[in-house]
């Protein structure tokens, strides 16, 4: 198997599958229906978003802290409250409808543990835009998303790149979670989404590109440097051995940035 079959066929691997899909969209529905009955008027809408809307999530198998972010917008008529307010109606929410499950904050969301996936509820207001409470780290309360619109130039750039941006994601996000999230998931795409791929044709040509392109920040923690400095190695030592035609070798780097599962 070359190193573009093994890329191919691990990015296929790391799709839901349908029966995944299915006990998602079985939970989203009952998770819907439940916020409708419960808040009633105090809540104008609530929407799956992120990757798993944008066909970049991984499977359980492959990343255990996969999770569905589920965005709950708070009607603010009667005034904008605190991030932390609408965190605790989430909390009371979770806790009086699912009380079997593992119920946590981890700011700014309310992470609902359910046996097949994670869902990470978001509060959020609506101001002429998305505002969903900042992290903790954060100077300011509120920051703005636009979901859709970073759904939309995920759904370009991949159109422009033969349909391999998506498959490239996952493969980079595989090896992100398989060395304990060193980045945020959400930064790893939208660093590929900035990144212009010119001259790529394969799968394996995005590979190399991005990381012979990948850098990490002055601040970044040595030990994440390592990590990618070695990704960074493998990848120019598979790239050298099969452009010398010494396919097992090249495959053999490659798996150790990103084994088959």
Known sequence: MSVNSHLTSLASDLVLSDSEKSSISTSIKTLSSRLNLYFGNQVIGHFQ???????TILPRKADGNSDIDYMVIFDTSDGKKKPQTYLNHLKNFVTEKYSTSEIYQSHPTIVLSLNHINFELVPAINNYGYYIPSPASSYSEWISTDPSGINQSLQNKNKENNYLIKPLVRLVKYWNARNKHPFPSF?????????????????????YLFWSVFSCGYDTPEYIKTMVDRAKRYAKQAKEYEESNMIDRAKSEIQKIVPSL
């Open 187 to 207: 930064s790893m795409e939208q660093y590929i989404i900035n990144t212009s791929f010119w001259g790529c044709s394969a799968l394996k040509d995005y590979f």
């Open 49 to 55: 978003f992120c990757s798993s809307t944008r066909g």
